[in-house]
């Protein structure tokens, strides 16, 4: 009997990312202000904390957060929705986290004679990160995190935001605003909170 070979279902790409636990980013992050790479361990920060794109987080300068206070707002469009008729803007609130390690940040460049002015997000070779560069440093910071990306400190961030809030469907559809998505479907399937339910029903058997 002939065999019919069906195509490979597509693989959604965004799947592909694991996350990093908040927890675990926030501690590499925080021991990260006061090694060699210092910015990048506020950009970990920022991104478990935000949930922002990484072509957002690379666009923030000193300015935007010297002399803020926690609980302050940022209004950001989205690089994502740029140039569309209706662009997204997202209000992103500064929490104690944020706050407290930009400011160690800061004081951390003042001791090594660093600018404190303009993009944060400053390689040592004086020139913005670009994100194939954030995605080679986060392998070599997190190597036992399967797959991990610039999409594994959003997905940090949604983790968080679910589990602080009872793992509820209300989490999801908020962070389906948050991250402008269509649906809470596609939410569940970006935090991998789908496969995780479908590997739950194999091991009840």
Do not use: C, W
């Amino acid at each position: 009997m002939k065999r019919t070979t069906r195509p490979a279902p597509h693989k959604d790409r965004s799947t592909t990312a694991d996350f990093i636990p908040y927890d675990e980013a926030m501690t590499r992050g925080r021991e990260l202000l006061f090694t060699e790479r210092p910015q990048f361990g506020f950009l970990i920060i920022l991104g478990v904390n935000t949930g922002l794109r990484i072509g957002d987080l690379l666009k923030f300068t000193h300015e935007e957060l010297q002399g803020r206070m926690k609980g302050d707002h940022l209004s950001i469009i989205e690089q994502k929705t740029r140039g569309r008729k209706q662009s997204k803007h997202r209000r992103v609130t500064l929490n104690d986290a944020i706050i407290s390690s930009y400011n160690a940040l800061r004081a951390e460049l003042q001791r090594r004679g660093k600018p404190v002015t303009g993009t944060i997000f400053m390689s040592q070779k004086n020139t913005v990160y670009s994100n194939a560069h954030v995605n080679l440093l986060l392998k070599q910071t997190f190597p036992y995190v399967g797959n991990v990306s610039s999409h594994s400190l959003r997905k940090a961030f949604g983790r968080r935001v679910y589990e602080n809030n009872g793992k509820t469907e209300h989490a999801l559809v908020e962070l389906s605003d948050i991250f402008n998505h269509s649906s809470i479907g596609l939410t569940r399937r970006y935090l991998g909170l789908r496969d995780e339910r479908i590997a739950d029903i194999y091991l009840n058997l």
